[in-house]
């Protein structure tokens, strides 16, 4: 009787056992398969990565320039927006030199429409903008209709009206420096004015759909440097100034067409220098007046360091990345 109880009794245990441990293992089984590696049933995931910053650019910001002589102003025109920032004295004007150039140029290919110029009126073209050749220069302006006749009056001849016309200047007039009245070298243009012209050569309104891109392409094109090797009574190097004032992170985004302007005045004991240079998101134009004794680098330098001091967002400036929070499941 009693083996017979003992008996039952054992079989009962082993029955129990085998229900309680079911659940167990069971358990253990789920807990195995919840997969992701941590405990509990949760699981880090990874935070997306920040969007890359915007590429550097040129942006409206203060310019601060230990500058030396009688006229300083630049402007920077925005062209995504429109919008024009400058010195406070950016309306104020100086004469052009061969800044001009780009836009005697463009007024005379846009006449031509769909036509090709003669092979020998295309070369004096490029050689006005890629080597500033005032011979070259001279006979395109006259073919677009300029005149060099002196006058008293305030009023451009019309290869200048055209420009105040076409790209909407508001500064802009005849240049009356005796006895160069009338010389396109001699307009009279204030730095909104030069950077408006960037833009209107840039957009296509100057030199028209099919010429503006061998424009802009020569304007990337010009060479030389300040060194006196490179500069001629006529012609000169003309590759310095806003150009070496811009960081690689924006030379690499794609060309930079520039057209500079430097005389060293009759009659003033000045040396008049303009930088204009356009991309496809901006227009910049730095003009100087000062005493010649300075030379001609100095005015390069001026143009370099208001183009560096408007970098946007400056090199090795930190940049903030808001963190994301590390995620539950």
């Known amino acids: 009787m009693r083996s017979r109880v003992t008996l039952v009794l054992a079989i009962t245990a082993v029955v129990l056992g085998g229900v309680l441990l079911v659940p167990t293992a069971y358990a253990r089984l789920a807990s195995d398969d919840s997969g992701g590696g941590g405990g509990g049933g949760t699981s880090s995931v990874a935070a997306p990565a920040p969007a890359p910053p915007p590429p550097p650019t040129l942006a409206a910001g203060p310019v601060s320039v230990s500058f030396k002589g009688q006229f300083f102003s630049w402007a920077l025109l925005d062209r995504k927006t429109g919008k024009i920032s400058g010195s406070p004295n950016m309306t104020a004007t100086s004469s052009t030199e061969s800044m001009i150039k780009a836009w005697i140029v463009s007024d005379y290919l846009r006449q031509l429409g769909d036509k090709e110029p003669s092979a020998a009126m295309k070369e004096m073209a490029r050689l006005a903008i890629v080597d500033s050749n005032d011979g070259a220069a001279n006979k395109v302006y006259a073919a677009a209709g300029g005149s060099y006749k ?29 006895p160069y009245t009338g010389f396109w070298s001699f307009t009279r243009m204030s730095p909104r004015d030069a950077v408006r012209v960037g833009d209107c050569i840039a957009d296509g309104k100057a030199a028209g759909q099919k010429w503006t891109k061998w424009v802009l392409d020569q304007m990337s094109k010009v060479k030389g440097t300040t060194a006196a090797k490179d500069q001629r009574p006529s012609s000169g190097g003309g590759r310095w100034g806003i150009i070496d004032g811009l960081p690689k992170s924006i030379t690499a985004q794609g060309p930079v067409s520039i057209k500079n302007g430097w005389t060293p005045i009759y009659g003033d004991g000045n040396w008049h220098v303009n930088c204009l240079a356009v991309t496809g998101k901006w227009s910049l134009a730095v003009m100087l007046r000062y ?39």
């Open 150 to 178: 002196a006058s008293s009056s305030s009023i451009p001849d019309p290869v200048i009206q055209r420009a105040i016309k076409i790209c909407g200047l508001t500064d802009t007039k005849r240049g009356n420096v005796k």
């Open 291 to 329: 005493p010649i004794r300075s030379g001609l680098d100095y005015g390069a330098k001026v143009c370099a360091s208001v183009a560096t001091q408007l970098v946007t967002p400056q090199p090795g400036a930190a940049l903030k990345v808001p963190q994301q929070p590390v995620g539950k499941l």
